[in-house]
């Protein structure tokens, strides 16, 4: 009997917490392969299915732009089908103005959320379009199109990130490239949240992360996406819904 061709990896950033870990477990419950990314290793549950053969890790740092070329060498022999950016430097823990805001937290939050990861879109490109469709779906933010009084920093990077993601769609044929951007309406209860919330918060209105997991999980599956390449609103109960960007002034 013919073996089917393997799908191709999914290339996860942000793997080892938060919404890029539901993600990782999502997918290789699906049995979908991924390469996760992270500088600590993700901590997998112990399992007696065979899921977790699906899954492998390179370790990277996004702000390290010396590290992000190797890790896309790396790659060469890789047949990567989607490419999911999770990964995040959220900046300081408490709110302030742009006023109060260091050097080095523009540099931290821009360097990695952005600079880091437009580095590794560039470099893995070329091997993205090589077997068409490729896809790429970036963890969004609101900031990245509201203003964000207190968060000038991550704001920035996120804004960099989505204009940059707009401008490889643009130059991509859907044929070639679908690029999903997602903007959740709510927060999830992550890691990183947790660190920037005062002891005793509640929590209980913010989501599982495996409610995102759940809809990336769907937009890369081999099966393809009912979902538009474009930019979307995540709401509450799962559902996607378009968000009209400016097409032209
Ligand atoms: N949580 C929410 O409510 C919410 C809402 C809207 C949008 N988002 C977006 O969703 C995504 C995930 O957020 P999250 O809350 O799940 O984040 P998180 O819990 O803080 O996890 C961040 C991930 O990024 C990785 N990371 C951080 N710095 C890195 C670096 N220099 N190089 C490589 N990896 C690095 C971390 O791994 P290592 O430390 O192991 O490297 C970790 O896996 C982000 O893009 C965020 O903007 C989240």
């Known amino acids: 009997m013919p073996t089917a061709e393997p799908p191709g990896s999914v290339l996860l950033t942000g793997a080892s917490q938060g919404i890029g870990r539901a993600i990782l477990l999502s997918l290789a419950r699906d049995k979908q392969p991924v390469?996760?990314?992270s500088r600590t290793r993700p901590e997998l549950p112990d399992s007696t299915g065979s899921e977790f053969d699906y899954v492998a890790w390179k370790q990277l740092d996004l702000s390290n732009a010396d590290e992000v070329a190797r890790c896309a060498t790396s790659l060469r022999a890789t047949v990567i089908r989607a490419l999911v950016l999770c990964a995040v430097d959220y900046g300081a823990n408490e709110r302030h103005p742009v006023a109060a805001t260091s050097a080095q937290e523009w540099q931290r939050a821009i360097v990695t959320n952005c600079i880091g990861h437009s580095l590794l879109v560039s470099l893995l490109l070329p091997k993205l379009i090589a077997n068409p469709p490729g896809i790429i779906?970036?963890?969004?933010?609101d900031v990245a199109v509201l203003p964000a009084p207190g968060r000038a920093a991550y704001a920035a990077s996120k804004a960099g990130l989505h204009a940059v993601l707009r401008t490889v769609a643009a130059e991509h044929s859907e044929e070639q490239l679908r690029v999903y951007q997602l903007i959740p309406t709510f927060q999830s209860i992550t890691d990183g949240i947790r660190r920037r919330r005062p002891a005793?918060?509640?929590f209980s209105g913010y989501a599982d992360p495996a409610l995102i997991a759940e809809i990336v999980r769907k937009i890369?599956?081999?099966?393809g996406s009912e979902a538009a390449p474009g930019t979307y609103l995540i709401?509450?109960?799962?559902?996607?819904?378009s968000y009209p960007e400016i097409t032209h002034l």
């Open 200 to 202: 005793g918060f509640d």
């Open 137 to 141: 779906v970036n963890l969004s933010s």
């Open 35 to 37: 390469v996760s990314l």
């Open 220 to 223: 890369v599956s081999p099966a």
């Open 235 to 241: 709401q509450r109960d799962g559902t996607l819904h």
